[in-house]
């Protein structure tokens, strides 16, 4: 069971000078989910190398019981230093792929080329991809075999706009995964801000917040048999 994880390059919060990359819990919960399931993982981002953090998601508050195990695991931290090219890997080799949000992914993978590429390959091969709180949004100009919106019609979650209000972001995200899946012609669906929730609609997995990292890696997993 090979599973790819493909992390956001990006570490700009907009134009106010903080910085911003992936979210912690939404890499770690995933992360070993697959591996204690015994997936052969393999990491990714657009530049390579070591993908930022989000510095956020790095505070006290945030940390995890997964987030605790990854401090104190150099074989996994080695293994994100280090991410390969997205460029360089193809569907084929791969039976699901997984994307961690955080903020970066907003501005790098949603408009990457080859992340776009990517996701078309996993969906036309039915092959089970996976997308959690601000990742649903690279799906933004990922299009079908007919050309028309991959979520068009389909049953979709991502970061909800009252939980982008909450973190003080409205105005600085370069769009609301909320307002865009509804205008690409999505089944958005949501519940109360930071509980879980995960839709899955074929083999198209979304989940709402980083409550929802583990159970988005689970439902991947399920599909895996």
């Avoid at 949603?110 to 996701?119: G, K, Q, T, V």
Wanted: charged share 20%; with cysteine; hydrophobic share 40%.
């Amino acid at each position: 069971m090979k599973i790819l994880m493909v992390l956001t390059s990006h570490d700009q919060l907009g134009n106010t000078g903080r910085k911003t990359g992936f979210w912690l819990e939404e890499f770690a919960a995933p992360y070993y989910a697959f591996k204690d399931a015994g997936a052969q993982i393999t990491l990714v981002s657009p530049a390579g190398g070591q993908p930022p953090l989000d510095p956020k998601s790095d505070e006290p508050g945030a940390q995890t019981a997964e987030t605790d195990r990854f401090r104190n695991d150099p074989a996994a931290q080695q293994a994100l230093a280090s991410t390969g090219r997205l460029a360089e890997v193809s569907a084929e080799d791969f039976d699901a792929v997984f994307y961690p949000g955080g903020h970066g992914p907003l501005w790098d993978l949603a408009e990457d080329s080859h992340s776009i590429a990517l996701i078309e390959a996993f969906a036309r091969s039915n092959k089970p991809h996976g997308f959690v709180c601000h990742a649903p949004g690279v799906l933004r100009h990922v299009v079908d075999a007919a050309g028309k919106p991959l979520i068009q019609h389909r049953q979709v979650t991502g970061f909800t706009n009252s939980e982008e209000a909450a973190v003080g972001l409205t105005d600085v995200v370069p769009f609301l995964i909320e307002d865009e899946f509804q205008r690409l012609g999505g089944r958005y669906s949501k519940v109360a801000d930071w509980q879980v929730h995960v839709v899955a609609d074929g083999q198209l997995v979304t989940g709402q917040n980083p409550a929802s990292s583990a159970a988005v890696a689970e439902k991947l997993l399920k599909m895996l048999g």
